[in-house]
């Protein structure tokens, strides 16, 4: 990229990466058809008839970014598709598709990548994704990105946003509200966070550092969080008893105690 690069997976597999137009929609139908009724549900959110993805399938030139992955030797098939499509002010909506049979092989790496880097020479400093709490691939891929979460947690689906340029995700611009930092470890809103939400506050939920996962938290290794650094309050919710968040709640302390909810 841009215009096409070849790659080789994990699996010893080789797939050409491009940019998508309106002639390629019939065959990210077809690919949207070819997933398995499992990551059409991860991918959409619900189930999907074929008529319907057919028209999720479709690209508005002027606004949608799309990649496509085919095999080499092989460009009418596709192996993968990720977009992007504005959602508001500096941010974008993401969203990716492998086939089923090339999962695990590195190409979602590959496409978010891709993407990322689109969405920053587009001028997009924010990504957004619509996840399942249970798709543990794509939260696995989202994490070097620093994701938090930009909306309440719905059910089970969560509204994850990521930086385009790396690093925790900057806030949006012209907030109409204070910008509320939430750290906890919950996906959830309490009543707290609710109550924030409902006074206009703009509110971002960093679940913090998390060892299982790999997770780190900027601000300790590295002294810098753009979200903690803009933020006018931080409500620090996180576990004192584990060292790892504990670690987080000294260096607020020492950075900015001011601005610490009590
Ligand atoms: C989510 C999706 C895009 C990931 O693409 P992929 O090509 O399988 O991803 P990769 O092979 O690049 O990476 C997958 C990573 O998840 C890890 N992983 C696999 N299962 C996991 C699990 N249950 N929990 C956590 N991580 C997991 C893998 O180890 C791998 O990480 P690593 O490379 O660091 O070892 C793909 O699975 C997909 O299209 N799923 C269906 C549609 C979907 O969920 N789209 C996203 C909606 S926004």
């Known amino acids: 990229?841009?215009?096409?690069?070849?790659?080789?997976?994990?699996?010893?597999?080789a797939v050409v990466l491009r940019t998508a137009g309106p002639d390629d929609v019939p065959a990210i139908a077809a690919l949207f058809t070819e997933l398995s009724p499992e990551s059409v549900r991860s991918r959409f959110n619900g189930a999907c008839a074929p008529a319907l993805l057919a028209r999720l399938a479709r690209i508005e030139p002027a606004e949608t970014v799309s990649i496509v992955?085919?095999?080499?030797g092989d460009p009418g098939q596709l192996a993968a598709e990720a977009r992007f499509v504005p959602?508001?002010?500096?941010?974008?909506?993401?969203?990716?598709?492998?086939?089923?049979?090339?999962?695990?092989?590195?190409?979602?790496?590959?496409?978010?990548?891709?993407?990322?880097?689109?969405?920053?020479?587009?001028?997009?400093?924010?990504?957004?994704?619509?996840?399942?709490?249970?798709?543990?691939?794509?939260?696995?891929?989202?994490?070097?990105?620093?994701?938090?979460?930009?909306?309440?947690?719905?059910?089970?689906?969560a509204?994850?946003?990521?930086?385009?340029?790396?690093?925790?995700?900057?806030?949006?611009?012209?907030?109409?509200?204070?910008?509320?930092?939430?750290?906890?470890?919950?996906?959830?809103d309490g009543?707290?966070?609710?109550?924030?939400?409902?006074?206009?506050n703009v509110v971002r939920v960093c679940l913090g550092p998390h060892g299982s996962t790999g997770r780190g938290c900027p601000l300790v290794s590295s002294g810098s969080c753009r979200l903690a650094e803009e933020a006018d309050v931080i409500v620090p919710l996180l576990p004192g008893e584990d060292?790892?968040?504990?670690?987080?709640?000294?260096?607020?302390?020492?950075?900015?105690?001011?601005?610490?909810?009590?």
């Open 87 to 157: 959602a508001g002010a500096g941010v974008a909506e993401l969203a990716l598709a492998v086939l089923d049979g090339y999962q695990g092989t590195g190409l979602g790496h590959l496409l978010l990548g891709e993407l990322a880097g689109r969405a920053g020479e587009a001028g997009f400093t924010r990504l957004q994704a619509i996840v399942s709490l249970a798709n543990g691939p794509m939260l696995h891929l989202l994490e070097p990105y620093g994701w938090v979460l930009a909306a309440p947690t719905d059910l089970s689906v």
């Open 1 to 13: 990229m841009p215009g096409t690069a070849e790659y080789q997976l994990k699996d010893g597999r």
């Open 191 to 200: 009543d707290r966070v609710a109550a924030l939400r409902s006074a206009g």
């Open 69 to 72: 992955a085919a095999p080499a």
């Open 159 to 188: 509204s994850l946003e990521i930086s385009a340029a790396g690093g925790r995700p900057a806030w949006p611009a012209d907030t109409p509200g204070q910008r509320v930092l939430v750290e906890q470890r919950s996906w959830f």
């Open 243 to 262: 060292a790892d968040c504990a670690a987080v709640l000294d260096a607020h302390q020492q950075l900015w105690p001011h601005r610490l909810a009590t």
